[in-house]
């Protein structure tokens, strides 16, 4: 007879391999795997309105390609619109990281001759000897790196699409693959309808997430406009790029935004309105807007979502960050409908504490006389 013991560590050490085999294949399979989560999560967030059509009388196949299209569309007008903005925008970075130095310069010696002093220190400790030499690689710049990473995605969201057309243009036949695997009918009554409610779920979420995104943009442009900051627009469209990165974002658009605010006004107090008013309003997106749009059900961990981003980020790069909220979004619900994984779906929830644990509170803070 075998021992439990060793079944069920044998157990887990396969699950661990299998774990690591994944992990290795999402790592080194990004070009492959990267548009096919794409197009999965877009047919899954389009797929009730294709439904939809369809029970309007519109051709599957029809409501995809015009729903397919029309986004790409968007995106290209998009693209099209900010593509002189941006590069003139990169062309002036340059000149305006030489300003910020020169405004700093009282700041960045005093950091320079600390850094100066370190490295006397450590010379000293290694007895002065100079004679080792330094290589030094040189890496490609920030910019460029941006670039390149954005260059991906557009490439990986373009071949998403496609999948995503494919997938939604077959109507139901991916659903009835999924079901048809599934032995029982009961067991298959459940499947269908645990699809139909993440593909709903899912779809709520995205929209939700993009709407909010919008409106903030649309607020942190207008603000930019009348704080008199150079490309308003540019400032709005990047802020709702960076939202899809939360926590991580508004930082990143809050020091940018106070960079550029440094160098453009003259005045440094009149300069701090700008990263101020940029901060506020993602502080009130977050704390107001955010939960009255989502909900308590579709609410998330932001544990959970900070380690989501750093994980996708070192994954995938800035493809994985944007993507990072949507995919744990994804896996909560599916975690909602798998009794398996309800206890990990709870930790990712950003609802507020279970009754059980609020009852078991009140009786800790106070006991019964």
């Known amino acids: 007879m075998s021992n439990p013991d060793n079944s069920n560590a044998t157990n887990r050490l396969l699950t661990a391999i299998m774990i690591l085999m994944t992990l290795a294949v999402i790592y080194f399979a990004k070009d492959i795997v990267l548009p096919t ?8 967030t389009l797929g009730p309105w294709v439904r939809w059509l369809s029970r309007c009388g519109i051709p599957s196949a029809l409501s995809a390609t015009v729903l397919i299209f029309g986004f790409a ?3 290209g007008i998009a693209v099209l619109l900010l593509g002189g903005k941006v590069t003139s925008w990169f062309d002036e970075i340059p000149r305006i990281s030489f300003e910020l130095r020169e405004k700093l310069r009282g700041i960045t010696d005093s950091v320079a001759a600390v850094q100066n002093a370190s490295e006397q220190v450590e ?23 941006v670039v390149s990473n954005l260059a991906s995605f557009l490439t990986s969201l373009v071949a998403g699409l496609v999948l995503a057309l494919f997938l939604l243009s077959s109507g139901n036949l991916f659903y009835v693959k999924v079901v048809e ?5 009961a067991d298959k009554k459940r499947a269908l309808t645990a699809i139909y409610e993440i593909e709903k779920r899912m779809s709520r979420y995205i929209v939700a997430i993009t709407v909010i995104n919008a409106l903030l943009g649309l607020a942190i442009g207008s603000t930019m406009y009348l704080l008199g900051m150079p490309y308003p627009f540019v400032w709005g469209i990047a802020a709702f790029c960076l939202n899809y990165l939360p926590l991580i974002g508004a930082i ?4 940018g935004v106070g960079a550029f605010a440094i160098v453009h006004f003259d005045n440094i107090y009149y300069a701090m309105l700008a990263p101020i008013a940029y901060q506020s309003l993602t502080a009130l997106e977050g704390q107001f807007l955010t939960p009255v749009l989502l909900g ?7 544990v959970a979502v900070f380690l ?23 896996i909560k619900v599916i975690c909602d409908y798998v009794p398996g ?9 950003g609802r507020t504490i279970d009754p059980t644990l609020q009852t078991l509170d009140a009786r800790e803070n106070h006991p019964a006389q």
């Open 123 to 145: 010379d000293l400790a290694k007895g002065g000897d100079d004679t080792a030499e330094t290589v030094v690689l040189q890496q490609p710049g920030m910019l460029t790196t």
């Open 296 to 302: 308590a059900r579709l609410q998330l961990n932001a």
């Open 252 to 255: 990143v658009g809050m020091l």
């Open 37 to 44: 989560v794409l197009g999965f999560m877009l047919a899954l």
């Open 181 to 185: 695997s599934f032995p029982s009918f």
């Open 73 to 75: 569309v968007l995106l």
């Open 341 to 349: 994984l309800a206890t990990f779906g709870n930790f990712l929830s």
């Open 308 to 330: 989501t981003v750093i994980f996708w980020t070192w994954l995938w790069g800035l493809p994985g960050a944007l993507m990072a909220v949507p995919i744990l979004a994804l």
